[in-house]
């Protein structure tokens, strides 16, 4: 149901552009939209003790990102709503590995998932310029905060130094995390 829900939203909310580069990347990133947010069951726990597959958990960001992107003064069906979908969509794309065939989930998928971005920056550079590339790429690459695998070892991580963006990918993603999100699913 999840799954659905997702490809719904980035519809509504995307640029048609987008979203058929989402439905394109969708076909070749690892389907583990059914895999536990979670792989050892012990964080990202619901209130009732379940722990939420990757689809729900993207699909609360998702949805709570669509009700108040305007915070940023972001407008649905725009490239600056695509790359903040899109890093949303991206952000743990990866947690079981490159092929999603890891037991347990990788705890540098934010890095490799941006470095995945990266790689692929020319087909973003079609729908995104430089600077939304840039923060699309960046907010997935630190969406864990002081926990990224890319924070360098000898700086202190703080969000000043990043877009807004990716602050707010990340509270999204805590918030989530601690089962502080409600949908349109009851």
Known sequence: ????????????NMSEKSFKLWEGINRVIPDIWDKPTSS?????????????SNAEHVYQMLYSASKIMRLFNIEKNTPEAD?????????????YGLLGTRKHTDRT???????M??????????ILNEQQFQTLEESV??????????VPKDKTFNFK???PET??????????????LKTDVE
């Open 161 to 163: 130094d990043y877009n």
């Open 109 to 115: 998928h934010d890095k490799q998932a941006a470095d």
């Open 40 to 52: 050892t069951g012990k964080y990202h726990k619901k209130r009732n003790g379940e722990v939420p």
């Open 117 to 126: 971005i990266s790689q692929n920056k020319k087909t973003f550079l079609k």
């Open 141 to 150: 690459r630190f969406h864990s905060g002081v926990w990224s695998s890319d």
């Open 1 to 12: 149901m999840y799954k659905e829900k997702i490809i719904e939203l980035l519809k509504e």
């Open 167 to 180: 602050l707010f990918v990340h509270i999204l993603d805590m918030l989530s995390t601690a089962d502080c």
């Open 83 to 95: 790359k903040v979908l899109f890093a949303i969509v991206l952000h743990d794309s990866l947690k």
